[in-house]
């Protein structure tokens, strides 16, 4: 995860949209960056939106794509990529303190 390649791969893989549709029914907006837009409700809005031309979108092609720009292949045809000669294995977490986190991590690893 210290690689931002790799990290900017596993953007392409996350469908926003379904996230919002899905995990918050709607009633939410795409995060697109750390902070999300109206965060600061009463104060400034510290949020920053990307250019078109930078922005992620869901695209799992895109993702492979970047995945193995990154150096992360499947070099020995085992069906899991590897970074550096070694299976890249994730560990996701996710809080239960609201209904929506979970689902967000069971769309979120199915992408992944």
């Known amino acids: 995860m210290q690689d ?4 900017q791969a ?3 893989a996350v469908d926003k949209e379904k ?6 029914s709607g009633e939410a907006l795409p995060a697109d960056t750390i902070i ?3 965060f600061y409700a009463k104060t400034a809005d510290y949020q920053w939106t990307p250019p078109a031309d930078q922005a992620c979108t ?3 092609e895109e993702a492979k794509a970047a995945l193995y720009a990154a150096g992360c292949t499947d070099g020995d ?3 899991t990529r590897e970074y550096k000669g ?3 294995k994730l560990r996701f977490f996710a809080p239960s303190s609201s209904p929506a986190y979970p689902c967000c991590a069971k769309l979120i690893t199915g992408w992944f």
């Open 4 to 7: 931002p390649a790799f990290r």
């Open 10 to 12: 596993l953007q392409w």
């Open 19 to 24: 996230i919002v549709a899905i995990a918050y």
């Open 36 to 38: 999300n837009r109206d």
């Open 58 to 60: 869901f695209d799992l």
């Open 77 to 79: 045809g085992h069906g």
């Open 86 to 88: 070694k299976d890249i």
